[in-house]
Every structure is written in C-alpha cells, then in structure tokens.
C-alpha cells in the first residue's frame, strides 16, 4: 500500500538545524556508492519547501501504522512533503501479505509457539540467516521507492529499519535513516547497524536500545494524534451518551489491539466479576470475538471503533495487552492503564517496560485484578499513574520526535540532481539477483505458510514444537511433501 502525504506551509519549527549532538553525520558504511538508488526515481518532481521525507511501516495490527501516520502530519505540517509505503509491499510475490497473515495465526492460536520464538530471537540477538535473506529481498523495491528529492528515511517497522541500516551500510542508500521505536520495549530486531539514529518514546526504551548497541538513541517521547486529550466533565458524559455507556457507573476500557488477539473473553468475565468497573470491550476487526463476547453477557463489546477518542473520554479506566499504540493514546487521554492477560512475547516485555517507568500497573495475577482496579480507579495509585502518562507529552517543540527527525534531515541533505540513476549494467545485475531472490524467498512463503496453517491445530496439538506443529499441517493422507523439511524449523527463521 503506498501513502502520500502532501506538503504545506511551514509551521514555527522552521526549517532543518544542524545536529550538533552528532555532528559530521555521513553514510554508516562510508563513501555512498556512485550507483546508489536512494532517492532516485525517473521524472520525479522535487518536494515543497522542506523536502521529501519517506516513512515506511507494516500493516501488521495497526501501531505501526498509527504511528507512521502522525509523524507524517506532523511533518507535513513542518513544510515537508511525505511518502508513505507499506514494507510488506515491498517484499516480493506478496511474501509480505503471507507473513502478516501467518503471524496472526501463530498469535491467535499457537500464542505458546509465538513465544517461543520472540525468545529464541531475544536469546540470538536478532534473525536468523532465512529472515535475513527474507529482508535482503525487499532492498530492491526499497530503493527504487524513494524519490530523487528524498530527504530522510524513517522506518516504523523493524523488518524497514534492518532494510535501511544494511543499505546505509553499503553506501546504497544516501540520506539518513531513521527508526521511530514504537514499543516500549526493545526486541534485538528493533535495532539494526547502520540506522543513523534510532528515536524512543522514554528513557526506558531509549536504554534498552543502546544496551542492544543501537546508534545515536534520542529519547524523544511519542507521538499520537492531538484529539487524545483529558476529557472535561461535560465531554465525559456526551461520550458515555454517545455510545450508550451507564452515566454514571465506573467503566474499564479493555483493549486488545486492532486484531483482538488474546484471552479476552475470561478477562471481560474477571472484570465484570470483580464489580469495580463495567467491562467495555473494544475487539479491532475481530467481529466474531464481539459476537462471542455479548453473547456471553458482556453488553459493550464493540468491533472496530473510529471514534477512539471519544470512547477514552467515557472511560475510567484502561485495561490492555499487548503495550502499543493504544496504552500511550490512554496516556495522553489521562486514563491509569492496567496490563493484564497480556500476549506473549512483545505483550509480556512491554508490560513490564511500563510498569517498570511508572506509567502502567502490570497484573500478574487474577487475585490482584480487583484492588488494582479499585486503586486506579480511586486511590493515589491513579492520581500518580495519569500524572506520568501525562508528563510524556509534556516536551518542548524542539525535542520531539518530528524535530529529531527534522534536525536529521539537516545533517545530511545532498542534492537530488547529485545522485544518479543506476546505471544499466548495475540494473541487470541486481535482476538476476532478485531473480534468485524470489527463488528463496518462494521456498519461504511455502514454509511460512506451513506456519499459518500448522498453528490453527496447534490447541490440538498443544505442547509440541513449531516444528510438530507444522509438520502435522503438512501430513496430508500419510504422505509428506518435501518442503516440510524446509519448514520444520522455523525459529531460524525468525
């Protein structure tokens, strides 16, 4: 999916400074090869009065998305013109779809098996040689992206960000490259060699990057859209109108991310159970978990939501899973945040990354669900917590992200006409390499989709491999393919 953003008149920001924390800020792997592709397209037409700058996410749940999508009207805002692309677009034979798609799976019905292997990447300290060479794949289509008069890179999404730093590091890519952290925990994959500068919400995940030995780590707060905000009395009780919400009753706001993965039903039960709080439901695209949930006596349970917003001004409360996009939109809402039944791998870090910097209580067990409701909800526990989430947002113009990103851009901003377009003979190379690319990454897609479909029997099969998992998916009639031995291992994938 490609995203564009148009340019308008600058705001107070000004234009690009220099960065004087790092000054002489150059291509990682040294001298930019004269063939270089990045910001080179034919016929394209420079940008407004600040320049182009390219952000590249994934369509993979919504954070990554949502994040992108703010920093580009921020910097539109700024005088840049801003392209938007998707990376699973840029993986070729639609792998990036297939792999989306087997990620859900795994995380919706082999959650045991997703854990295992975030551990087993955390363990190694990032991919294995088969996600590698997974990547390598999308550098062509990367390249030839980014427009002549790009400015900056800033990937959103780890798969972007380790693309961008290995073609920084070959002198292929001549303009910063940027990763936005979106989590407040940092997996090994996050950080890549080679990205100029890697940006985070707190100083929690900001440490945690450099302990992974991440380059140039600016903690520069977040980024969410301006309607999150504390909600005043009389916009409390338009939003509870609004959705049809008790007037007056205390209301737990739980989430569980754009594709409503997780135990969600047992802790809309426990909540309801504990009578602090009425339960509110919010299941992202996931229509048949809503059905499943008002069946079971959970009257407010709602699919997709457009007016989030609106709905965290009716709240008291909010209860999450997984750490991302949503907990820091409560934050800057001014709702204490609980984690709880939280997802494995990202979900259980992210929760303890939270809880860690004061900003979300993490509930480890059912018993303590009822008085850390009643304490977020009432105590001093609350009135600490909203006060932290709030103290995020509370940073001056000139030191979040945007200007991070911004200052970045003045560092090191050639002259599109600079830059040519690759030559023939490097064309013809780099084909016969995607050529042989494509081959592999075929080979990948089938194993991964040995994943996607291995785990929707994984509750048959609980407690085996992600190795028996697939093989049980792929033992049709007694008789096994071959690529089964491609798929029977996918940790080393991953």
Known sequence: MWYHSGSV???????????????????????????????????????????????????????????????????????????????????????????????????????????????????AGGSGPGARALLRSAERRTLQALRADTRAVVSTYFGASQVLGALRLRGRLAVPAITYLTDFSVHPLWVAAGVDFHLAAHDIPAAQARARGAARVLATGPVVAPRFKPATDRERQQARARFGLPPTAPLALLVAGSWGVGPIQQVACEIRATGAAVPVVVCGRNETLAGRLRAAGIEHAYGWVKDMPGLMHAADVLVQNAGGLTSLEAFAAGLPVASYGCIPGHGHTNAAALHDAGLATWVREPADLKPVLTELLDGPLGESRRAAGLALFATAPDSGPVAAILRACGAAAPDAGDTPPPSRRLSVRRSRRAARRLVVTGALATALWGTAVGTGIAATHSGGSVRQVIGHSLDHGGHRPDLAALASSVEDLF
């Open 9 to 123: 008149e600058l705001s107070s920001l000004g234009g690009p400074a220099d960065l004087s924390e790092f000054p002489g800020l150059s291509s990682p792997g040294g001298p930019v090869d004269p063939g270089a592709t990045g910001g080179v397209v034919p016929g394209a037409r420079r940008a407004g009065p600040g320049g182009r700058i390219v952000i590249i996410s994934a369509s993979v749940g919504a954070g990554h998305d949502g994040a992108a999508a703010e920093l580009a009207d921020r910097l539109c805002a700024s005088g840049y013109a801003v392209d938007r692309l998707d990376f699973l677009d840029l993986l070729p034979a639609r792998l990036g779809r297939a792999i989306s798609a087997g990620y859900h799976r795994i995380l919706t019905h082999a959650p045991g098996a997703y854990q295992r292997i975030y551990a087993a990447t955390e363990r």
